[in-house]
């Protein structure tokens, strides 16, 4: 039995969500509770939202990595493809700023190049994520080295070694390496939790499942790959989650019930950011509905 919700961003209508009475990250009741975005606004604009669902408490512990992510992270990718986004236009990124290393034939890091400024208009594309293993409760294994997961990037190779190779013959260096942008790990993982429960509230109701990830959410723990992670290294169909090749837009996003599978009673949900660009599909272990929480 399976239970499953898709969403693609391009193509789907905005839904408002009832309010549950109480903040769905802490719980508690409060009169200064505002509207959630289950996607954030910043990639989805007004397509799901939760009424009155956030506490100004919890919201300022969220807003710090959430910010970080979609603007420092994010920005210059989400600028350069029109992403929404309620800053003014004049106060978005208006250019990419690329640093370059001379490098030797192993990789080895060998002088500092400096950076170039680059007209967005003009830039080439680039973005860079986190890939992780499966989270740690289901007990899969991984291989040595990857326990914490690494940076996962794509672009305009092309463009982006012409560029080096400019570099490298205006500073006399063979070999040329270039830094667009860095990711910051427990941010983003912290990011995806939050993603991936108020989705699972907005599907399922806050009262239908017992959470795992309100501590990780309120950067309360460290453990966060215990409930975090992707699906891309293992191939187990328990927690398998394929995306149509021809999928487009900012943001998918689908909710799994399988009671009677191998992970029973486990609330799954997979994201993925920019699917196009064959991204990777990140699995949260979000909750338990074997639970009574009612």
Known sequence: MMNSTII????????????PGCCIYCNNHSENLTDEHVIPYALGAHVI??????CVKCQAIIQRYEQEVLKKQLGTFRA???????TKPKDRPSEMRITFTEIDK????????????IPLAQAPWYIVLWESPPPAIFGLPVAPG????RL???????AIDSICQEVGRDKGAKFVKAQIGSISRDMY????AKTAHAF?????????????LQDIILNRTQEIEKYVGDTSSHKDRNIEFKCDDEAKGWFNIRLKLDPDGRYANLVLVFIQLFPEFKTPVHCVVVGDVGVNVG
Do not use: M
């Open 189 to 192: 993982l912290r990011w995806l």
């Open 49 to 54: 939202s939760i009424k009155d669902a956030c």
């Open 8 to 19: 693609s961003l391009d193509n789907f209508k905005p839904i408002k969500i009832t309010s």
């Open 80 to 86: 350069k493809f029109g992403a929404p986004s309620r």
């Open 200 to 212: 699972a509230v907005a599907q399922l109701g806050l009262d239908k499942f017992k959470p795992f």
């Open 106 to 117: 192993h990789g080895q890091q060998l002088r500092d190049l400096g950076y170039k400024k």
């Open 152 to 158: 996962w990037d794509t672009g305009d190779r092309a």
């Open 146 to 149: 990857f326990e914490k997961g």
